[in-house]
């Protein structure tokens, strides 16, 4: 038989039976060695995976949707910017159902209250005469000039029959229209809170108006002539020019402003204009008025009802009717500001 004269393999390749032949003990070894491989090689791949070296980052694999957690959801990344302003911009938009559930803070700006058309207007509400009236005859009836004549600075005003005071009328009604006005961010000026002794006088009263640049002036006042009249009635500048007085520039806008007072105020107190004059308008012209005589400011009286008339007077006493009364005013002026 042929005789393969290669040299023996050392003895440490040898099988566990020294007696067979070096060549016959090859399969064997080959067999020893492929078993070895696999194991070798699975041992090396567990050492690299432990260790995390070798293959690719484990957040670059990608993972199915049940790898997370439900004990740590995934939590959104924080849009950059200045958290107290909300500035910058998010990397991923938001689903419907999340903008939804996170309706803005009291403290952002999608939470701030805008402004409101009529802020930064200005109205001054003059209440008409002052309680203390009554105690100063002799400062009241000095004369003061009115432009185109010569008056008393203010009277007492009128009462009820039972005594209830016109100054006190107008005082609470004006209070009432100021929160009104005031709550739709109108800045208001009241001429007094009879917070002085007397006043004050007729031309104080319109310079007050045309220094807070007030953009309507209303006088508010109840009427005191005989029983069996009965309304309110708005009373409007002439076209008067003499001396200090020019009423020329406010003719127009304080007939807007009187016009939309009377109309809202029928709509809210129910009442209607003056059956004794104005000829069933509501509204009258008058030139002997120094409050409008001096006015540079769209300015309008309002004569809210008769306080002669039972009938008036019941209204005038209740709070309930003069809560209405201001109310009815104050929607005039707004609808005259544009608001």
Sequence with gaps: MPYDDSPPPPESASSSNPDRPWFARRPLLAVSVAALAPATLAGWVLVQVMSGDGGPAPEARPQPASAVSPQQPQQPQKPPGDAKSGTGQATASASPSQEAAAPASPGSPQAAAPQGLLAGKVVVIDPGHNVGNFQHGAEIDKQVDIGTNRKECDTTGTTTNSGYKE???????????????????????????ADRPFGPCIDERARIGNEAKADAVVSVHADGTAAGNRGFHVILPAKVKGGAADT????????????????????????APANYLGGGT??????????????????VFIECGNMRDANDAALLMDPQWRQKAAQGIANGIIGFLGG
């Excluded at 012209?285 to 006015?295: A, E, F, I, K, T």
């Design 167 to 193: 100054a006190d009328f107008t005082l609470d009604v004006s209070r009432r229209l100021r929160t009104a006005l005031e709550a739709r961010g109108v800045k208001v000026v009241l001429t007094h809170q």
């Design 248 to 271: 020329s520039a406010i003719v127009g806008p304080s007939r807007e402003l009187g016009e939309r007072i009377a109309g809202n105020f029928t709509r809210t107190t129910g009442s």
């Design 282 to 299: 509501g509204l009258v012209v008058r030139d002997d008025l120094g409050g409008l005589n001096l006015s540079t400011r769209p300015k």
